[in-house]
């Protein structure tokens, strides 16, 4: 009988095992047996089980022999596929992985497998070896399956185990010892001495009311951990204690006398609240009747109440007992004296303090400093209309932000400014050609940075003229500005502002820069070519100083024909359509009363066809009025507002920039693919 459990035996003979079960037979493990039985007998792939006949089953033809025994009698496999051999039968392997929880697993020139069908039992981790003894009564598919009797795991060493509680006390702390091994077993001491099997077993924690060193080791079978070790200290709080012994201590204290060795004031509010520092450790006195400097160095004790909350320590006065009578304050008073953190994540090391962060990202939508994913959070950042840029802060870390399990820094803005270390040049903005006056405005991209400005052609420093507002100029002048702002100096910005004299006659160059409609004007041409012409509508063209000209002359009663060549003068009425885009436009004109030709020369051409100009389709836009020949275009219907587009590949070599034609009258042409087309009066 090498196993009983209950009325259900294993019978073991020349290595064949019988499940006698749920039997009214009284068998004892351990026992030999000899004789006859009559049983129901049953056959499942290998294993044999019994059960009772009923009124005919009894050992009366049985003879027991032997004591019974209380350790299992398994067989030993030394491998995972040798089970296979012993259905039915208690086996016992050693030393085996174990996977997913619920099986065990080897290799033996194919995978073999070992499940446990009770393996909830025995909390099993997937990877770790095990010893075990199991019961093979049944399969899982073709594989070997049992009942787990005994799964012990196979330690060859053990952790030294962990020792917590509240290091620092004042009434009475609990102890807990713990172990990475749930079945080690942890002795511990009290007294000093290193502990043994021989001392005390740890079963629950415990109260310590004094002060006392615990030590402890973890044991299994033959191994045994390193000693761990901590020491627990009772606090006397009728002793004055340090902003350091506080910190140790990390308790609410309704009443404490409080000593201040070395610490100074180095933030006040305004408001009888202070930051009070001593090696390196803060003190928040919220509230407080005490008069304190910023600045100054404070000596000696007095009484507070005494909160700790994530890390925080503040501190208010006890009713009738906080004063300063015990205290001595020296030294003059000064500006803030934060400490100053090389990075975001150093602010966690400063709880309650005040710290100085430089050139750090502030996050609009987290209301965060951010740096390397690590925030630090900001409770006021609106007070100081924070955007999203770099900034030189000083915070005062009075709280903290729980973010799921994590908590972070919440801090008090004190001071926040721009961290700039470099200016673009200020937009110097207004009409660069005028007849009259023109009102001139000046913007830098950073608000915080002072404008300042000459008039004379000059070169501009912080000496020049400090802008404040827009202001009008009503002759020809050169602005030129420079944004400042601390140490930093932009590049100067440049702009040419020029007085239009209309009474003078103007060239269509003079018109283009000038941007404006005007009711009337004196058009000068020199050799200007008529290169369109449709109706009572032409394009004139204009080549000055090397760049071509357009002016688009509508419902016109000018003599003007395809090809010919006109000079002269002429009143018109001028409408300019702006390309902001691009910072130019189309300039077209209407007949005005004096609109005559007896100052004009008009030569006929030799030829009375149009005359575009070639383009690629990249540069249409520079030329906005004009008629244009474009030739490497493609058509593109999008969606019923047809264009015609081209790219041109960016200089990175990365992707390609779309530049897009819109075609007005498309409906009187057959477009697809390809085209080269003739391009009229481009307008924006």
Same mark, same amino acid.
């Given at each position: 009988? *090498?196993?009983?459990?209950?009325?259900?035996?294993?019978?073991?003979?020349?290595? %064949?095992? &019988?499940?006698?079960?749920?039997?009214?037979?009284?068998?004892?493990?351990?026992?030999?047996?000899?004789?006859?039985?009559?049983?129901? *007998?049953?056959?499942?792939?290998?294993?044999?089980?019994?059960?009772?006949?009923?009124?005919?089953?009894?050992?009366?033809?049985?003879?027991?022999?032997?004591?019974?025994?209380?350790?299992? &009698?398994?067989?030993?496999?030394?491998?995972?596929?040798?089970?296979?051999?012993?259905?039915?039968?208690?086996?016992?392997? +050693?030393?085996?992985?174990?996977?997913?929880?619920?099986?065990?697993?080897?290799?033996?020139?194919?995978?073999?497998?070992?499940?446990?069908?009770?393996?909830?039992?025995?909390?099993?981790?997937?990877? +770790?070896?095990?010893?075990?003894?199991?019961?093979?009564?049944?399969?899982?598919?073709?594989?070997?399956?049992?009942?787990?009797?005994?799964?012990?795991?196979?330690?060859?060493?053990?952790?030294?185990?962990?020792?917590?509680?509240?290091?620092?006390?004042?009434?009475?702390?609990?102890?807990?010892?713990?172990?990475?091994?749930? *079945?080690?077993?942890?002795?511990?001491?009290?007294?000093?001495?290193? @502990?043994?099997?021989?001392?005390? =077993?740890? #079963?629950?924690?415990?109260?310590?009311?004094?002060?006392?060193?615990?030590?402890? *080791?973890?044991?299994?079978?033959?191994? /045994?951990?390193?000693?761990?070790?901590?020491?627990?200290?009772?606090?006397?709080?009728?002793?004055?204690?340090?902003?350091?012994?506080?910190?140790?201590?990390?308790?609410?204290?309704?009443?404490?006398?409080?000593?201040?060795?070395?610490?100074?004031?180095?933030?006040?509010?305004?408001?009888?609240?202070?930051?009070?520092?001593?090696?390196?450790?803060?003190?928040?006195?919220?509230?407080?009747?005490?008069?304190?400097?910023?600045? %100054?160095?404070?000596?000696?004790?007095?009484?507070?109440?005494?909160?700790?909350?994530?890390?925080?320590?503040?501190?208010?006065?006890?009713?009738?007992?906080?004063?300063?009578?015990?205290?001595?304050?020296?030294?003059? #008073?000064?500006?803030?004296?934060?400490?100053?953190?090389?990075?975001?994540?150093?602010? +966690?090391?400063?709880?309650?303090?005040?710290?100085?962060?430089?050139?750090?990202?502030?996050?609009?939508?987290?209301?965060? =400093?951010?740096?390397?994913?690590?925030? !630090?959070?900001?409770?006021?950042?609106?007070?100081?209309?924070?955007?999203?840029?770099?900034?030189?802060?000083?915070?005062?870390?009075?709280?903290?932000?729980?973010?799921?399990?994590?908590?972070?820094?919440?801090?008090?803005?004190?001071?926040?400014?721009?961290?700039?270390?470099?200016? @673009?040049?200020?937009?110097?903005?207004?009409?660069?050609?005028?007849?009259?006056?023109?009102?001139?405005?000046?913007?830098?991209?950073?608000?915080?940075?002072?404008?300042?400005?000459?008039?004379?052609?000059?070169?501009?420093?912080?000496?020049?003229? =400090?802008?404040?507002?827009?202001? !009008?100029?009503?002759?020809?002048?050169?602005?030129?500005?420079?944004?400042?702002?601390?140490?930093?100096?932009? @590049?100067?910005?440049?702009?040419?502002?020029?007085?239009?004299?209309?009474?003078?006659?103007?060239?269509?160059?003079?018109?283009?820069?000038?941007?404006?409609?005007?009711?009337?004007?004196? !058009?000068?041409?020199?050799?200007?070519? !008529?290169?369109?012409?449709?109706? /009572?509508?032409?394009?004139?063209?204009? /080549?000055?100083?090397?760049?071509?000209?357009?002016?688009?002359?509508?419902?016109?009663?000018?003599?003007?024909?395809?090809?010919?060549?006109?000079?002269?003068?002429?009143?018109?009425?001028?409408?300019?359509?702006?390309?902001?885009?691009?910072?130019?436009?189309?300039?077209?004109?209407?007949?005005?009363?004096?609109?005559?030709?007896?100052?004009?020369?008009?030569?006929?051409?030799?030829?009375?066809?149009?005359?575009?100009?070639?383009?690629?389709?990249?540069?249409?836009?520079?030329?906005?009025?004009?008629?244009?020949?474009?030739?490497?275009?493609?058509?593109?219907?999008?969606?019923?507002?047809?264009?015609?587009?081209?790219?041109?590949?960016?200089?990175?070599?990365?992707?390609?920039?779309?530049?897009?034609?819109?075609?007005?009258?498309?409906?009187?042409?057959? =477009?697809?693919?390809?085209?080269?087309?003739?391009?009229?009066?481009?307008?924006?």
């Amino acid at each position: 009988m *090498v196993y009983a459990e209950g009325n259900n035996y294993i019978v073991r003979e020349n290595n %064949q095992a &019988l499940d006698i079960l749920n039997t009214s037979l009284n068998l004892k493990q351990g026992q030999y047996v000899t004789g006859t039985v009559v049983l129901n *007998v049953n056959y499942n792939s290998g294993i044999l089980t019994t059960s009772d006949v009923a009124g005919v089953t009894d050992d009366t033809k049985l003879t027991l022999s032997g004591v019974e025994v209380s350790e299992l &009698l398994p067989i030993d496999c030394a491998t995972i596929g040798e089970v296979a051999n012993y259905p039915g039968d208690l086996v016992e392997i +050693k030393n085996q992985p174990c996977a997913y929880g619920n099986c065990f697993y080897g290799y033996s020139s194919t995978w073999n497998y070992l499940y446990i069908s009770n393996f909830s039992s025995f909390g099993m981790t997937n990877g +770790k070896n095990y010893d075990a003894i199991v019961w093979f009564n049944s399969f899982n598919g073709t594989q070997p399956q049992g009942k787990a009797i005994l799964v012990e795991p196979v330690i060859t060493s053990l952790a030294a185990p962990t020792i917590s509680g509240e290091e620092t006390f004042t009434s009475t702390t609990t102890v807990t010892i713990t172990s990475t091994e749930k *079945v080690a077993k942890i002795y511990y001491t009290l007294n000093g001495e290193e @502990p043994t099997q021989t001392s005390t =077993l740890y #079963e629950k924690p415990f109260t310590l009311d004094k002060t006392a060193t615990v030590k402890a *080791v973890a044991i299994y079978k033959e191994v /045994k951990s390193t000693t761990a070790q901590k020491t627990f200290t009772k606090m006397d709080l009728s002793a004055p204690k340090t902003i350091a012994e506080l910190f140790e201590l990390q308790q609410d204290l309704n009443e404490v006398n409080v000593k201040l060795e070395d610490a100074q004031v180095v933030y006040a509010d305004g408001n009888n609240n202070y930051i009070v520092r001593e090696n390196n450790k803060a003190l928040d006195i919220l509230n407080t009747s005490l008069s304190l400097k910023q600045g %100054q160095k404070v000596t000696g004790t007095v009484t507070l109440s005494v909160k700790f909350n994530n890390g925080i320590m503040t501190a208010s006065d006890v009713a009738g007992k906080t004063d300063a009578a015990n205290l001595t304050l020296s030294g003059e #008073e000064t500006a803030p004296l934060p400490i100053e953190c090389a990075t975001v994540g150093d602010v +966690k090391n400063y709880p309650g303090d005040l710290i100085s962060l430089k050139n750090k990202k502030y996050n609009i939508y987290s209301l965060a =400093l951010v740096e390397n994913y690590i925030y !630090v959070y900001l409770s006021n950042a609106s007070e100081f209309q924070m955007e999203g840029k770099n900034y030189d802060v000083t915070i005062w870390y009075n709280d903290v932000k729980k973010y799921y399990s994590s908590s972070y820094p919440l801090v008090k803005v004190v001071e926040a400014e721009l961290a700039i270390t470099s200016l @673009p040049a200020p937009t110097i903005e207004g009409e660069a050609a005028f007849t009259s006056s023109t009102t001139v405005t000046i913007k830098s991209s950073e608000s915080v940075a002072s404008i300042y400005y000459t008039l004379d052609g000059t070169e501009p420093t912080t000496k020049s003229i =400090l802008y404040k507002n827009p202001f !009008v100029l009503n002759k020809t002048t050169t602005v030129k500005a420079i944004a400042v702002y601390k140490t930093v100096t932009s @590049p100067v910005a440049s702009m040419d502002f020029q007085l239009i004299d209309l009474s003078a006659p103007q060239t269509i160059r003079d018109l283009a820069v000038m941007e404006k409609n005007l009711e009337s004007v004196t !058009v000068r041409f020199e050799n200007a070519q !008529v290169v369109y012409g449709e109706g /009572k509508n032409y394009i004139l063209r204009e /080549k000055i100083e090397g760049t071509d000209y357009a002016l688009d002359v509508l419902n016109t009663d000018l003599p003007l024909q395809v090809g010919a060549t006109v000079s002269g003068t002429v009143k018109l009425q001028v409408a300019f359509k702006a390309n902001p885009a691009e910072n130019n436009g189309v300039l077209s004109t209407a007949d005005v009363t004096e609109t005559l030709n007896h100052n004009l020369t008009i030569t006929p051409g030799a030829s009375v066809m149009s005359i575009p100009l070639n383009v690629s389709i990249v540069d249409v836009r520079k030329y906005p009025g004009d008629l244009l020949k474009v030739t490497d275009g493609w058509w593109y219907d999008n969606y019923g507002r047809p264009q015609i587009y081209g790219t041109v590949p960016n200089p990175s070599g990365w992707g390609s920039t779309e530049y897009d034609v819109y075609i007005s009258n498309h409906s009187d042409y057959s =477009l697809y693919a390809r085209h080269e087309l003739i391009l009229m009066g481009a307008s924006p």
